[in-house]
């Protein structure tokens, strides 16, 4: 399997510019999540999905971010308007159910907000 | 609410020595699953190890062990024989609260292995 994947790797934006980040999980895995990694807060849940239904949206910061999940195969992360504190990494991850079953990372989208 | 902490910043270990990173968490959730997960510069999250709420024994993988003190609310993570490339930032997570399958990440500790 080819793990989680991500597009784009990095993004270089204006602030002001919508921004969309993609990710297409692990076949077969039922959960998704996206997290974001910033020095000062370290890593956080933005949102996570179970059979393509949002399930805990707590972690996204306000309406400039929404995120979607239209089929098990692809989801994305979207801010608009976009702003510099928005840069960080994004990851995305997926897993099987149960709390004893790893999530596994995608390798992180890395966004600049100037 | 979760909360994991890692009071190590940054630690270091020579080469082929043990070393232990320490993590302690709260919850009052009889159920609940702990992760230790390992970032290198290049930026990647790998899963290195996880421990269940309810098992007996301490969890091991290759190298790395779990020393898990329920009581105390401790999963300290333990790597054996330390390599060079175990050069990372590890993170401490929980997950499984209140039924959320989410992961509550620590801050993280920086090793770095000296030769």
């Known amino acids: 399997d080819a793990g989680v994947i991500q597009s784009p790797r990095h993004e270089v934006t204006e602030m002001g510019q919508e921004v969309t980040l993609r990710c297409k999980p692990i076949s077969g895995h039922d959960y998704l999540f996206w997290y974001r990694q910033t020095m000062m807060r370290g890593l956080e849940l933005l949102i996570y999905?179970?059979?393509?239904?949002?399930?805990?949206d707590s972690g996204m910061p306000e309406d400039r971010f929404s995120a979607k999940m239209p089929n098990a195969s692809f989801s994305t992360l979207k801010i608009q308007p976009s702003e510099p504190r928005d840069s960080a990494v994004y990851f995305c991850?997926?897993?099987?159910?149960?709390?004893?079953?790893?999530?596994?990372f995608g390798p992180g989208t890395r966004l600049t907000v100037t | 609410a979760q909360k994991i902490t890692q009071t190590q910043p940054g630690m270091f270990v020579q080469e082929k020595e043990a070393v232990t990173l320490d993590c302690t968490y709260d919850t009052s959730d009889p159920s609940y699953g702990l992760f230790w997960y390992k970032q290198p510069s290049s930026g990647e999250m790998i899963f290195l190890i996880y421990?269940?709420?309810?098992?007996?024994q301490n969890a091991t993988e290759g190298r790395y062990s779990l020393n898990f003190q329920k009581a105390r609310k401790s999963a300290n993570l333990v790597i054996s024989a330390s390599q060079l490339g175990d050069s990372a930032m590890y993170f401490c997570a929980m997950r499984g609260q209140g039924g959320s399958e989410k992961l509550v990440f620590g801050k993280g500790t920086k090793l770095t292995v000296n030769p």
């Open positions: 421990q269940g709420s309810y098992d007996q």
């Open positions: 999905f179970n059979n393509n239904v949002p399930i805990d």
């Open positions: 991850a997926s897993s099987l159910p149960a709390s004893s079953v790893q999530q596994y």
